[in-house]
Structures are given as structure tokens and as C-alpha cells.
């Protein structure tokens, strides 16, 4: 990885994180890398940043991650904060989404 990253310009182009806590992986990591990947980057519990601009970039993944924009803490150990502000609250309680719809699953790294 540390060889991959030095061929580019480390310029960050891009970086997002999952937000579907009910986020599945049904398929180990040992198994195939490339579907595991396809189905954890959209769990609360990742981040990753593709780095280089190029037609290849980089890409690079954090796990049970603590980010932090302006100050504003949005996740905590790959839990996404968001559901406890008032006005996501207030539109989830008008929805009767279920409390459960809003715990992370686990996923496996190995």
C-alpha cells in the first residue's frame, strides 16, 4: 500500500463514508476481498479516501473510525451520530422508523 500511495500525488479527491447502519456483508473477507469491500463501504463502520488523481486512484479504508468536520463529531468509533440530533429525530419519529433500523451491524474484518 505504502508503495501504491507513493506513485501519486497524494491529493486527495475524494472521501465519504457509509450511512446504512443495517449494512449486511454476507461474504468473508478471506473469501473475496473485492465483493466484501463492494458490500461493507456502505456501513457507518468505514471510511475511505481515494487518493491520486488519476484514472486508478487509490483507495484507501479506515475502520471504526472518529471523524470530526469544523469540529462537529459525525462518527464515533464507525457509529454514525446523526440519529440523536433533534431534527433527525423528529423526521425519523414521523416516519415510525423502527429503533432497530438505526443500530450498526458488525462487520467482520477477517
Known amino acids: 500500500m505504502i508503495a501504491a500511495l507513493s506513485r501519486t500525488d497524494g491529493f486527495i479527491d475524494s472521501w465519504h463514508a457509509g450511512v446504512n447502519p443495517m449494512t449486511i456483508v454476507p461474504i468473508a ?4 476481498p473485492t465483493e466484501w469491500y463492494s458490500y461493507s463501504h456502505c456501513s457507518p463502520m468505514i471510511v475511505h479516501f481515494h487518493v491520486g488523481r488519476s484514472n486508478a486512484p487509490i483507495d484507501v479504508a479506515c475502520f471504526n473510525h472518529t471523524t470530526m468536520i469544523d469540529g462537529d463529531r459525525i462518527y464515533e468509533d464507525g457509529r454514525l451520530l446523526i ?4 431534527e433527525v429525530a423528529a423526521a ?3 416516519r415510525n422508523v423502527p429503533g432497530s433500523m438505526l443500530e450498526n451491524n458488525s462487520i467482520s474484518l477477517a
Open 92 to 94: 425519523i419519529k414521523a
Open 83 to 86: 440519529w440523536d440530533r433533534p
Open 29 to 32: 473477507r478471506a473469501e473475496n
